[in-house]
């Protein structure tokens, strides 16, 4: 449905933070008969964002992408650009006058590393198709978002929400939780190894049986979505923090892929003196603090180690390392904090 065009809208570019995502759980409770996998996963947006603007450019003959910061491989195939053609695909046309659809010219920095575990393509993906329809003051219904996101991948859902939710099937069944019932914002420590881990091969090898068996993940991942809906504290969730880094159902298989995680994730712990989780199919891998200052000098920690060679980098170079938030909804208000999707 278009709502006609807003001839102020389309001076200023829209601007969209596209956050980085953690998986707090990441159970895999099925094979499905398309051959993805049903999951079971509590997923939260971090402050840590790449950042893109959308312009109308009607005189230029496509959309076209202007990318900084982390390398995300040919532009021409960015995941930004696919969401942006696929949304004006789906936007109704009148049948006389000016096309509602115009091209765009987009700008990205990407300060999420590519490849990691932590969704950043994907929540490009979700900002360009919010952007891009606000850019040109469409609007359409949100079951017909929802499927574009889907079609986009399958954690791209999640992001055009954002905040805390338990993701479901293939990660289309996007629930929304409540977040921390008392206490600040904990803090989280982000470590990135240089090396880039392809999802369908960490998927590939799970299916192939480089899995561990006992269903701690999923129970670990029912047991936490459903301590937030009762009003879960900040303290209650640091002092779960050992379960959640057993619980992602994807690290032996990740570390198939890539067997220096082994090593990595027991030197992490050693230099942190805390449980290390790894998020979503990795390498990232991460730790819960109290507070976003207690995180970062963590970080300094991590990085002292790795160049005093104390701890062993997959990939051999330096990571990256950030200290960050999660970012949630006010219950009040249903808005987030600086540094979410929207
Ligand atoms: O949907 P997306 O492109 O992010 O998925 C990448 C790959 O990860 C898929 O091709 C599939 O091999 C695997 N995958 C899966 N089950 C999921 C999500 C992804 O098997 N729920």
């Known amino acids: 449905m ?54 109308v450019a009607p005189s230029a003959p496509t959309d076209m992408l202007h990318r900084t910061g982390f390398d995300a491989g040919p532009i021409e195939d960015d995941i930004a650009l696919r969401a942006v053609a696929l949304t004006r695909a789906a936007v109704p046309r009148p049948p006389f006058g000016a096309d509602p659809t115009p091209s765009l010219a987009l700008r990205l920095e990407k300060r999420i590393p590519v490849a990691a575990g932590l969704g950043g393509g994907s929540s490009d993906a ?32 999640f992001f055009l929400a ?34 880039a881990i392809a999802t369908p091969a960490v998927f590939a090898a799970y299916a192939a049986g480089h899995r561990v068996a006992g269903g701690t993940a999923r129970l670990a991942s029912t047991h936490l979505a459903e301590e937030l809906r009762g009003g879960l504290g900040a303290r209650e969730l640091l002092a779960r923090a050992s379960v959640l880094a057993a619980a992602n159902d994807l690290a032996a298989a990740a570390a198939v892929i ?11 712990r050693r230099v942190l003196g805390r ?22 000098s963590a ?44």
């Open 162 to 195: 954002g905040g805390v939710a338990l993701v479901e099937g293939r990660g289309e069944r996007v629930a929304p939780l409540p977040w921390l019932r008392t206490g600040t914002a904990p803090g989280v420590l982000l470590v990135t190894p240089p090396v």
């Open 2 to 55: 278009t709502s006609g065009p807003d001839p102020l809208r389309r001076l200023a570019p829209v601007v969209r933070l596209a956050p980085a995502k953690l998986n707090l759980t990441l159970a895999v409770v099925g094979r499905r008969p398309d051959g993805f996998h049903d999951l079971h996963s509590v997923m939260v947006t971090l402050a840590l964002a790449d950042r893109l603007s959308v312009a």
């Open 299 to 342: 970080g300094a920690a991590v990085r002292a180690a790795s160049r005093a060679g104390t701890l062993l980098v997959p990939g051999g170079g330096e990571p990256f390392v950030a200290a960050t938030t999660i970012v949630t909804p006010t219950p009040e208000t249903g808005t987030r904090e600086e540094g979410s999707a929207r």
């Open 258 to 268: 890539e067997p220096a995680l082994v090593p990595f994730r027991r030197g992490l």
């Open 126 to 157: 979700a900002a360009a198709l919010d952007g891009a329809l606000e850019a040109w003051a469409v609007a359409l219904p949100a079951t017909e978002r929802a499927a574009l996101a889907a079609r986009l991948g399958s954690d791209v859902p």
């Open 275 to 296: 449980p290390v989780a790894q998020s979503g199919s990795g390498p990232t891998h991460w730790a819960l603090y109290a507070s976003l200052e207690e995180a970062e």
